[in-house]
């Protein structure tokens, strides 16, 4: 059974940093990208980042591009986000997601529940 | 990268069908084969019903059936059930490498 758990989330301040983890079970971690999307308070989803099965091809949305760094460990079986420079739009629960297939062109198949990060003062 | 354009709300009655709409550009949605289509119940993870525009998962039931023509991509429910309302939201891989996701869309069942 494929299951995707989060960690990470919680309080955290403008201006500051937060370094999500996920971690993977059910399925051969490295054969498939990996994806970060996000979901405001009341609203729509937003893609923010993608990592290639191999960790070779990283990808991101303008949104977020120079604050953002995903990376993937995959003798543990665990992705990572990490944030810089916070901001009160940042406010989301980060879902970790899994992809069809190991290139980032591959969609989405399967979701954790997610992990709520609030950048609040 | 802009949002991919879907209808706010959808509605429709038990056994009835309806189709919601993702409109994109020529640099998404009309430049792949690769959009998808989410269900997202209240308080819940999005789950996978439709990818590469018309492919469904093992699990999902053959009501749920996907198309595209141009740069407008659609989702149709055949047989419309209670346990169909949900939030819907497409997404599409996109020229510069990345996913775009459409508004969503509140699906009611009357």
């Known amino acids: 059974e494929v299951q995707l758990l989060e960690s990470g989330g919680g309080l955290k301040q403008p201006g500051g940093s937060l370094r999500l983890s996920c971690a993977a079970s059910?399925?051969?971690?490295?054969?498939?990208?990996m994806n970060w999307v996000r979901q405001a308070p009341g609203k729509g989803l937003e893609w923010v980042s993608g990592?290639?099965?191999?960790?070779?091809?990283?990808y991101y949305s303008d949104l977020v591009k120079g604050r953002c760094t995903i990376s993937r460990d995959n003798s543990k079986n665990t992705l990572f986000l990490q944030m810089d420079n916070l901001r009160a739009e940042d406010t989301a629960i980060y879902y970790c997601?899994?992809?069809?297939?190991?290139?980032?062109?591959?969609?989405?198949?399967?979701w954790g529940q997610g992990t709520l990060v609030t950048v609040s003062s | 990268q802009s949002a991919l354009t879907q209808p706010a709300s959808v509605s429709g009655s038990p056994g009835q069908s309806i189709t919601i709409s993702c409109t994109g550009t020529?640099?998404?949605?009309?430049?792949?084969?690769?959009v998808s289509w989410f269900q997202q119940h209240p308080g819940k993870a999005p789950k996978l019903m439709i990818y590469d525009v018309s492919d469904r998962p093992s699990g999902v039931s053959n009501r749920f059936s996907g198309s595209k023509s141009g740069n407008t991509a659609s989702l149709t429910i055949s047989g419309l059930q209670a346990e169909d309302e949900a939030d819907y939201y497409c997404s599409s891989y996109t020229s510069s490498s990345n996913w775009v996701f459409g508004g969503g869309t509140k699906l009611t069942v009357l």
């Open positions: 997601a899994k992809c069809i297939g190991t290139s980032g062109r591959r969609p989405i198949d399967f």
């Open positions: 990592i290639s099965g191999s960790g070779g091809g990283t």
């Open positions: 059910g399925f051969i971690f490295n054969n498939y990208a």
């Open positions: 020529s640099s998404d949605v009309g430049a792949y084969n690769y």
